[in-house]
C-alpha cells in the first residue's frame, strides 16, 4: 500500500514536500516514481529514483525544481518541488516498480490515491 501526503494550496513560487509511505513490502527492492494528472490530460511522469537512491530521472518540465529522494529505513520516497508554476497543478501519484527506474508508468504495479497541488498565480 502507498500513501501520498503534503499536498496543499500554494502561490506561485512556493515549495512543497510530499511523501509517499510504503507498507507491506520490501521497500528496498522497488523503484519509486511520481506522476501527476492535471484535469483534462493524461497522466504523465514526473521523476524516479532507483532501488539504492543513486540514480534518478526527470521530466524536462520538472527538472532543476524539483528533487526526488527515499529514506529506505522509513519506507518513504519524497517529492520535494520547489519555484511551483500554476501548470504544476495536478493530482500527484506515487507509484513503486519491480521493473527498473523508467518514466514508462506501465511498469509500475502499486499506485497510491493520489494528492492534490494546487498552484495559483
Known amino acids: 500500500q502507498l500513501v501520498e501526503s503534503g499536498g496543499g494550496s500554494v502561490q506561485t513560487g512556493a515549495s512543497l514536500r510530499l511523501s509517499c509511505a510504503a507498507s507491506g513490502r520490501t521497500f528496498s527492492s522497488y523503484s519509486m516514481g511520481w506522476f501527476r494528472q492535471a484535469p483534462g490530460k493524461e497522466r504523465e511522469f514526473v521523476a524516479v529514483?532507483?532501488?539504492?537512491?543513486?540514480?534518478?530521472y526527470y521530466a524536462d518540465s520538472v527538472k532543476e525544481r524539483f528533487n526526488i529522494s527515499r529514506d529506505n529505513d522509513k519506507n518513504t520516497v519524497y517529492l520535494q518541488m520547489d519555484s511551483l508554476k500554476p501548470e504544476d497543478t495536478a493530482v500527484y501519484y506515487c507509484?513503486?516498480?519491480?521493473?527498473?527506474?523508467?518514466?514508462?508508468?506501465?511498469?509500475?504495479?502499486?499506485w497510491g490515491q493520489g494528492t492534490q497541488i494546487t498552484v495559483s498565480s
Open positions: 529514483i532507483n532501488w539504492s537512491g543513486v540514480w534518478t
Open positions: 507509484a513503486s516498480s519491480s521493473w527498473g527506474a523508467d518514466p514508462n508508468e506501465r511498469n509500475y504495479a502499486d
